[in-house]
């Protein structure tokens, strides 16, 4: 199985300051289509969790535009260029490449300091 | 707006079964493949299983293989989780999520319905 291994785990943020969080694989997510399927997703307190990107940089609808993802093959990094409050939780990436077996990281929980 | 709302979850001893459901809104429920996915409190996400669109292929993670049986109704715009011999560590919130239209990416989830095997 594909192992996604996410750093770091608590991620404490001044607001208005920038954020990165990395995911590495252990077998590399290009699919034999071409794409690589690579999401990050947050999960706010309380609430379900949430996809914000898609195909390692394609932002979902709605998502602002502070949240980035980069990488390829086994290395990626979520990026939010300015912490603001409604950011803290827990973000995870999936790899979707090895399907149907979907397999995620660990969570990083962010909290503004 | 999709939305997916699980439930059934239970206290229940080792060796006993539970049913758990989900029902989907907001979207072609017999349009999209759909998962089960289990979290551990304060750990992290395990995929469960899989059923295709039309139900004719499921798949399963070798921890529940033989034990768990996912099935759905279209009809019904729901989406089934029947689960036997139960374990200690089958502890979890149990999550239904949609796949996308990639079937690659997961762009719905549920609030997650939680399962507790104890005796």
């Known amino acids: 199985d594909v192992v996604m291994t996410q750093s770091p785990l608590s991620l404490p943020v001044t607001l208005g300051q920038p954020a990165s969080i990395s995911c590495r694989s252990t077998?590399?997510?290009?699919?034999?289509?071409?794409?690589?399927?690579l999401n990050w997703f947050q999960q706010r307190p309380g609430q379900s969790p949430r996809r914000l990107i898609y195909?390692?940089?394609t932002r979902d609808s709605g998502v602002p535009d502070r949240f980035s993802g980069s990488g390829s093959g086994t290395d990626f990094t979520l990026i939010i260029s300015r912490v603001e409050a409604e950011d803290v939780g827990v973000y995870f990436c999936m790899q979707g490449t090895h399907w149907p077996s979907y397999t995620f990281g660990q969570g990083t929980k962010l909290e503004i300091k | 707006e999709m939305r997916l709302v699980e439930s059934g979850g239970a206290v229940v001893q080792p060796g006993g079964s539970l049913r758990l459901s989900c029902s989907a809104s907001g979207f072609i429920f017999s349009d999209y493949a759909m998962h089960w996915v289990r979290q551990v409190p304060g750990k992290g996400l395990e995929w469960v299983s899989l059923i295709r669109w039309d139900g004719s292929s499921t798949f399963y993670a070798d921890a529940v293989r033989g034990r768990f049986i996912i099935s759905r109704d279209n009809s019904k715009n729901s989406l089934y989780l029947q689960m036997n011999s139960l374990k200690h560590e089958d502890t979890a919130l149990y999550y239904c999520i949609k796949e996308d239209y990639s079937g690659y990416s997961v762009d719905c989830w549920g609030r997650g319905t939680l399962v507790t095997v104890s005796s």
């Open positions: 077998q590399s997510l290009v699919h034999t289509d071409g794409n690589t399927y």
């Open positions: 195909k390692v940089s």
